[in-house]
């Protein structure tokens, strides 16, 4: 086929218009974005393949490219894919279906590829007698020598664009954050509860206590094909590996623990045999440390099941609920066994001497007298008694 003199290939995509139907046009977008961050190629800190990712408010178009770089015709093909398995994007799926939402929605694209234009639109296909996606292929010997990738969408609403750099925390003011080996863990405002991976917005988790947010790498943590979802006990995973790395944080663990935030769940469950060990001792320490300035001479209970089963043990001894987290870690404390030791030391007491301890500490807040009369009249009477 022929079009201002230039020879126009037409392919048919077998993707019906109404696949993905709850995906917009920041789902589309995200798809593009992802494309173009792992297309960005490294080689000794020199950038070869830049992602860019720009906003023309005037003409209300949305670009994203990478220089030196063209698509084969190969990744047409649904489920052809460079990316490892497990990975982001392994499906092959990701540009196809955001140039499928966008038209849907009422935008135009169009896609630079080297020395090749692609215009994709929606069109009755009589292979397959339904809508689909089809793209019009040109080429223009005029950019043969050119190496850019650019898909350049048409229609992109200011408010549809806030949503976009929200959401990519690459377009994002640089806030709070510490960088970990499973990611940043965002302290900034509003980052509160939200899970980004590779950077860009996946959800919102749901419970209510979460104190941070968190920008996970794409290998430790999986998502669902829409990318709406993560595993929440794969999360908490990787926050307790993260502070573990983060020594400055170390205070607010010993926080979040006494609210039984989600973030500290899984820290005394983390199999990490080369710094667990250190790590979890310092915590343990000062989560103990806190527990006895907070509850001096009592113990600690998981719940409250724990409790009575504590009062019994230790003859009624002042048992305090403080959850699991804080619980465990004053278990694990280099102080604990001789701490409980005092409990155990006075459950096996006797009357008489519970009594004199008791007279003991407290001789300063009664006369000579009173003392001496006490120990010859009362601790003396309870040699008798059993406890």
């Known amino acids: ?15 019906s218009k109404n696949y993905v139907g709850s995906w917009g046009t920041w789902e589309a977008a995200r798809e593009l974005i992802q494309n173009a961050l792992d297309g960005e190629k490294v080689s000794e ?39 490892a398995p497990g990975s982001i994007g392994q499906y ?13 929605g009422g935008k135009s694209v169009q896609i630079c590829n080297g020395s090749e234009t692609w215009v994709p ?60 080996s499973q990611g940043f863990l965002l302290s900034g405002e509003g980052e509160e509860r939200r899970v980004y991976v590779g950077g860009l917005y996946v959800c919102t988790m749901q419970e209510k206590d979460r104190t941070y947010g968190y920008d996970l ?41 006494k609210r039984e935030a989600p973030e500290v769940a899984s820290l005394f469950e983390v199999g990490n045999p080369t710094g667990e060990g250190e790590w979890a001792q310092r915590i343990a320490d000062k989560a103990f440390f806190r527990f006895r300035e ?11 099941s724990h409790r009575e089963t504590l009062v019994r043990e230790y003859g009624n001894a002042e048992v305090v609920v403080v959850g699991e987290p804080m619980s465990k870690a004053c278990e694990m404390s280099n102080g604990w066994d001789s701490y409980i030791e005092q409990f155990i030391a006075r459950k096996r007491q006797t009357p008489a001497t519970f009594l004199k ?24 009477e309870a040699q008798g008694w059993r406890a």
């Open 121 to 180: 639109y929606i069109s009755h296909s009589r292979t397959f007698d339904c809508d689909v996606l089809t793209l019009e292929i040109q080429k223009d010997v005029r950019w043969a020598i050119d190496q850019t990738f650019a898909i350049a969408v048409s229609g992109i609403t200011p408010a549809e664009w806030q949503e976009i750099r929200r959401n990519t925390r690459r377009l994002q003011r640089p806030q709070h954050e510490a960088h970990t």
């Open 217 to 257: 790498n794409p290998d430790v943590v999986r998502v669902d094909r829409d990318r709406r979802m993560v595993w929440s006990w794969e999360v908490n995973w990787a926050t307790a590996k993260m502070f573990q790395e983060l020594r400055e944080e170390e205070n607010k663990v010993v926080e979040m623990m």
């Open 357 to 380: 301890v008791w007279l003991d500490r407290h001789s300063d807040q009664i006369s000579p007298h009173l003392a001496a009369l006490f120990e010859d009249e009362v601790i003396s």
């Open 294 to 304: 907070e509850h001096p001479g009592a113990l600690p209970a998981r719940n409250e």
């Open 45 to 83: 800190d020199t950038v070869l393949s830049r992602a860019r990712i720009k906003y023309h408010a005037k003409t209300r178009t949305l670009v994203v490219s990478n220089e030196n770089t063209v698509l084969s015709r190969r990744t047409l093909v649904l489920g052809h894919s460079k990316k």
């Open 92 to 104: 092959g799926e990701g540009y196809k279906l955001a140039l499928l939402v966008l038209l849907r």
């Open 1 to 15: 086929m022929k079009k201002n003199g230039q020879t126009v290939e037409r392919v048919e995509l077998p993707l």
